[in-house]
């Protein structure tokens, strides 16, 4: 099944704009999905998005400045964060999911994911 493998992290001011990457293995993943951790705390889901692209969820605190997409012919899963904000600021992992569940309350819970990355890093300053 392999590992994900994530990119673009970097140092931003408050407000700024990143762009993760994350590819893939191919496997029959049904979610993709990206993960926060802040410093201390436990890791939370941000966004996740189906294979073929219909479903996509969305953490509360995200909506409306982060963006997830896909490139299926790239295996590669996106995450454009815009106005970012200092709590945003962590290590951002991507994982898969192989079983359909169709609600934010599991496509965003990590437990229920695999294939982990090994994250990369995302700094705010104000």
């Known amino acids: 099944q392999g590992q994900s493998v994530e990119s673009g992290g970097g140092s931003v001011q408050a407000g700024g704009s990143l762009r993760l990457s994350c590819e893939v293995s191919r496997y029959d993943w049904k979610y993709t999905g990206w993960f926060h951790q802040a410093p201390g705390k436990q890791r939370e889901g941000v966004a996740s998005i189906s294979t073929n692209g219909e479903e996509i969820y969305y953490a509360d605190s995200v909506k409306g400045r982060f963006t997830i997409s896909r490139d299926n012919t790239k295996d590669t899963v996106y995450l454009q964060m815009n106005s970012l904000k200092s709590e945003d600021a962590g290590v951002y992992y991507c994982?898969?999911?192989?079983?359909?569940?169709?609600?934010?309350?599991?496509?965003?819970?990590?437990?229920?994911?695999?294939?982990w990355g090994q994250g990369t890093q995302v700094t705010v300053s104000s």
């Open positions: 994982a898969a999911r192989g079983g359909y569940c169709h609600s934010s309350w599991c496509a965003l819970d990590p437990q229920t994911y695999g294939n």
